[in-house]
T-cell receptor, first 111, second 117 residues
Framework: TQLLEQSPQFLSIQEGENLTVYCNSSSVFSSLQWYRQEPGEGPVLLVTVVTGGEVKKLKRLTFQFGDARKDSSLHITAAQPGDTGLYLCAGLIGGYNKLIFGAGTRLAVHP | DAGVTQSPTHLIKTRGQHVTLRCSPISGHKSVSWYQQVLGQGPQFIFQYYEKEERGRGNFPDRFSARQFPNYSSELNVNALLLGDSALYLC????????????????FGEGSRLTVL
């Protein structure tokens, strides 16, 4: 059974702080996505990483895919209240677009 | 461009009833997936359809069924509802391939929140 574990589950920080969220598995994924979900809405795709060791930057967000394609991290620099939300990682398995999601990291950034 | 649209957005049912949820994918997307998201958890895969054929099924009982229509819209049906079926049901559309790579990128609707009493 493929399983994606995210840590921490909850994170409450002050505006301006840096943070890192982790996504780990014992399975190898052909690609991994990060989504952000706000209350009452569906998840919104932030980034897709495909190659082991790949690093992608999206403004203040930096995403890294592990060399073995089993884990990933999301680093946010100088967090802002607008970053508040549920961050989900999801790994692609099988021959079709079936994603395995982690349980998410709920981030709260206070002004 | 319209995104993924789902209906209804909220509904309340009682145990034993059945429910039909509807989804229209992004124009040009031929693949539709359904996910169940229970409060406090990440989405769990239920079904994927591509070109009207079921391509994948998650670990859900036979009470759950789905279909895709010629216009690529989709329905999710759940029979004999249980209290544990209360959840946000998410529909996502995707391109099977993008730039020659199967990326698995999903574009989600806002979901249908089902409450079973």
């Amino acid at each position: 059974t493929q399983l994606l574990e995210q840590s921490p589950q909850f994170l409450s920080i002050q505006e301006g702080e840096n943070l890192t969220v982790y996504c780990n598995s014992s399975s190898v994924f052909s690609s991994l996505q990060w989504y952000r979900q706000e209350p009452g809405e569906g998840p919104v795709l932030l980034v897709t990483v495909v190659t082991g060791g790949e690093v992608k930057k999206l403004k203040r967000l930096t995403f890294q895919f592990g060399d073995a394609r089993k884990d990933s991290s999301l680093h946010i620099t100088a967090a802002q209240p607008g970053d508040t939300g549920l961050y989900l990682c999801a790994g692609l398995i099988g021959g079709y677009n079936k994603l395995i999601f982690g349980a998410g990291t709920r981030l709260a950034v206070h002004p | 461009d319209a995104g993924v649209t789902q209906s209804p957005t909220h509904l309340i049912k009682t145990r034993g009833q059945h429910v039909t949820l509807r989804c229209s994918p992004i124009s040009g997307h031929k693949s539709v997936s359904w996910y169940q998201q229970v409060l406090g958890q990440g989405p769990q895969f239920i079904f994927q359809y591509y070109e009207k054929e079921e391509r994948g099924r998650g670990n859900f009982p036979d009470r759950f069924s789905a279909r895709q229509f010629p216009n690529y819209s989709s329905e999710l049906n759940v029979n004999a509802l249980l209290l544990g079926d209360s959840a946000l049901y998410l529909c996502a559309s995707s391109l099977e391939w993008s730039g020659g790579v199967r990326t698995g990128e999903l574009f989600f609707g806002e979901g249908s929140r089902l409450t079973v009493l």
